[in-house]
Structure formats: C-alpha cells, structure tokens
C-alpha cells in the first residue's frame, strides 16, 4: 500500500523556535507538496518540489523554507515559529505525469504558543 | 487567476437520500478539476478527476461528477449516501498549463445522519 508518512500528528512549539516538519513518501513519486490547512480556506500551498533539490514557491511561503536532499524525504522548516502559524500541516506527493497532489500524509497538528 | 466556490459549507443529509455537494469555478483558460474527500483525522484522497473527454466522471465509492463548462461548474452528487460517506470534500482546478498548481475550494463537510 502507498505511504505518505508525515513524523508527527501533533506538534507544540514555542514561539520564535526553529521547527522542522518530516514527510516521507515510499512510491518513488518526483514531486513533492506542503500544504497548510485552515477552516474556510481549503488547502493553501506552501512550496512545491519537482525534484531532488529542486523547489518552487506556493501561495503562502513567507516564513516558511523546505529541504529535499533524497527523492522520498520533503522537510517543511519554520524558521522561526509565530503563533499565526498555528494551522494543520498536510504533505503530499505525485509522479511526473501528474501535477496534482495524488497521496496525502495524514497530517500534523501544529500549536505555536 | 483561477478560483473555486463551493457555496456550502456544511450539508446535512439522511442515509440512503441522494445528495449534491456544489462546485464553481472560474478561469479564463481551459482547466482541470478534481474532488478530494478528508475523512475524519486523516489526510486527503483523490475522489475523481475530470481531465479531458467525458465530462461524466465516477469514483469506485459511487459518486460522480459532471463538468460543465458553460456553466463553470463541477458538482458532486451520490444517489444514495451511507454513513462512511462523512467527511470534508473539496473541490479543485488547476489550468491546463505545463505547470500550475492546484488551488482548493474552501470544503463543504458532508453530514450524513443515520
């Protein structure tokens, strides 16, 4: 069965800390996506990679950096964690073929306070 | 730049009624559309995709969606729901470029009571 495997479904940092956001895919897919989740505002792109250490601004990434070193791992890194960060994060992945998000991880619950 | 409404937020229905959860969109070029289902505590599945050809496009669960693109819209319908069809969906376009991104609907939480 294919996995998005994302290391944390809940989170609580500090504000002003660095936090760091796992995502691991096991299908060999070439992109990779983070997304946040909020009430009423759907899916909101982050940063989008297409390849190893390639990647491509979202809607939303101020405040936001992303690390892709090995095709199956995608990092989301709060340089220095707001409270307005607060929100649900979502990794997901797909093939070449295909630009749009295809296996979602379950996601992580992060709390800034 | 595109865009999507879904003008429910939350629709309320009883087992085994037919339901419609509503999707709009606009986009000066052609598009691609797409339904996802959030179950409860869990991340996203791609329900359906509409991407060329029939505008009539069905999932394994039972639902279906119709493009129509005089009218911007891509509704979801099901004519019988089950409880297990709970859940947040989301409708999303994306144009039919080398590349652009997905953009998402806000949700309508689909209710479904027994």
């Known amino acids: 069965d294919v996995k998005v495997t994302q290391s944390s479904r809940y989170l609580v940092k500090r504000t002003g800390e660095k936090v760091f956001l796992e995502c691991v895919q096991d299908?060999?897919?070439?992109?990779m996506f983070w997304y946040r989740q909020d009430p009423g505002l759907g899916l909101r792109l982050i940063y989008f990679?297409?390849?190893?250490?390639?990647?491509e601004k979202g809607d939303i990434p101020e405040g936001y950096s992303v690390s892709r070193e090995k095709k199956e791992r995608f990092s989301l890194i709060l340089e220095s964690a707001s409270t307005n960060q607060t929100s649900m994060y979502l990794c997901?992945?797909?093939?070449?073929?295909?630009?749009?998000?295809?296996?979602f991880g379950d996601g992580t619950r992060l709390s800034i306070l | 730049a595109q865009s999507v409404t879904q003008l429910d937020s939350q629709v309320p229905v009883f087992e085994e009624a037919p339901v419609e959860l509503r999707c709009n969109y606009s986009?000066?070029?052609?598009?691609?559309l797409f339904w996802y289902v959030q179950y409860p505590n869990q991340g996203l599945q791609l329900l359906l995709k509409?991407?060329?050809?029939?505008?009539l496009v069905e999932s394994i669960n039972g639902f279906e969606a119709e493009f129509n693109k005089s009218q911007t819209s891509f509704h979801l319908r099901k004519p019988s729901v089950h409880i297990s069809d709970t859940a947040e969906y989301f409708c999303?376009?994306?144009?039919?470029?080398?590349?652009?991104?997905?953009?998402f609907g806000p949700g309508t939480s689909l209710s479904v009571i027994p």
């Open positions: 997901a992945s797909s093939y070449t073929g295909s630009l749009w998000p295809q296996h």
């Open positions: 299908m060999d897919h070439e992109n």
């Open positions: 990679s297409y390849d190893v250490k390639m990647k």
């Open positions: 986009s000066s070029v052609s598009v691609y």
């Open positions: 509409y991407l060329s050809g029939s505008t």
């Open positions: 999303a376009v994306s144009r039919k470029t080398s590349y652009d991104k997905v953009i």
